[in-house]
């Protein structure tokens, strides 16, 4: 297998990447990424002598380019992990997530098909389905799309074109939905990294609104076991939704990081809600288990105290991205200073990515 990975040194893809090669040593993986802010070259640093991984910097929404590695790679299949994913900053400006969630899915939609690609797998978010209320049940793969914010309107439109694609031009794609991840390397823009090293620094801990916004978590491990069933053994047009049936309020994750790392609660600040802010996410991830097999192997509050832990042995890694010193090792390594992006936020961001 010559596997194409698009966005591969953001958090779940250099996980996936980093599993691959671990799991499947006949496998090849090109790494195809345009090194936004969220893209950290230092997620992989420790495979830069694997000849089985291969990076190539650049845009899925670039044709070219994308034409450029398909030929000369002879890829077999592509995993589209590549998006801007940040909700707050889609509210900001929702132009960069047209062109890279909707026009990049496109092209890179195009450009299997020319290339007669074996087999698709778009990565997509338990939010384009919307907001559940505390009572309601939880998603399946045949809920009404019905997105609330311009970062999920867009994988729901990346996700219509997929689905297109099977469907007029016969592309072997697939789809899957996930819950919110957590684990290493997670961008510290996130809820739970962000909760930990603000904690681990005495600093405020910003929290949504009245913190009772319900996400249902996964470790990513478990994400990208799924991401590998779905690739080898999924049925070509299917959604798969992806979730490990762990809703937890925001709040008691922040408490919960609190009570490990022994901080106090006064650490904890609420703030403004964001608009359109959903309330509930919840998936049933039953197809995934029956077709497939497929069942998740950790569980959150076990592991808390893993991850609290992973954190404080990696302060460096988190602190150089806090700083933006981060960016000087893509620039040593490849003679480029376009990592765009600010890692400032309102508040600890809940989404998958």
């Excluded at 510290?188 to 910003?206: F, H, V």
């Excluded at 249902?216 to 049936?245: F, K, Q």
Aim: proline letters at 6%.
């Amino acid at each position: 297998m010559r596997l194409l990975v698009t966005g591969g040194l953001g958090f779940v893809g250099s996980n996936f990447v980093r599993r691959v090669l671990r799991l499947h040593p006949q496998w090849h993986v090109i790494n195809f990424d345009k090194v936004t802010y969220a893209g950290n070259p230092e997620n992989l640093k420790d495979l830069e002598d694997e000849a089985r991984h291969t990076f190539v910097r650049g845009d899925i929404a670039d044709p070219l380019k994308v034409d450029e590695v398909l030929r000369w790679a002879g890829v077999d299949a592509i995993v589209n992990f590549a998006a801007e994913s940040h909700v707050d900053r889609s509210i900001m400006d929702a132009s960069p997530f047209v062109e890279a969630n909707i026009k990049g899915t496109q092209v890179l939609l195009d450009t299997a098909r020319r290339h007669d690609i074996g087999r698709f797998l778009q990565v997509s978010t338990d939010e384009v389905y919307g907001s559940l209320g505390f009572d309601d049940p939880p998603f399946t793969e045949s809920t009404p799309l019905a997105p609330n914010s311009p970062y999920s309107a867009s994988k729901a439109a990346a996700d219509l074109l997929v689905r297109s694609y099977f469907k007029t031009y016969g592309l072997p794609a697939v789809i899957t939905r996930c819950s919110n991840n957590y684990g290493p390397y997670q961008f510290p823009e996130k809820l739970i990294p962000l909760m930990i090293t603000n904690a681990m620094e005495d600093k405020p801990l910003p929290v949504y609104g009245d913190g009772l916004n319900v996400r249902d978590w996964i470790h990513v491990e478990d994400h990208c076991s799924a991401i590998e069933a779905v690739l080898t053994e999924g049925r070509p047009g299917e959604v798969y939704n992806v979730g490990a049936d762990c809703e937890i309020r925001n709040i008691e994750i922040v408490k919960g990081v609190l009570t490990v790392l022994r901080k106090p609660d006064s650490l904890i600040t609420y703030v403004k809600d964001r608009p359109g802010h959903d309330r509930r996410y919840a998936m049933d991830s039953t197809k995934l288990r029956q077709e497939l097999g497929w069942t998740p192997q950790y569980d959150f509050w076990d592991v808390l105290p893993w991850i609290v832990g992973w954190y404080k042995q990696n302060e460096q890694w988190w602190r150089r991205v806090k700083s933006g010193e981060y960016r000087k090792y893509y620039e040593e390594m490849y003679g480029h200073r376009e990592v765009a992006g600010t890692t400032a936020v309102t508040a600890g961001e809940e989404t998958h990515r």
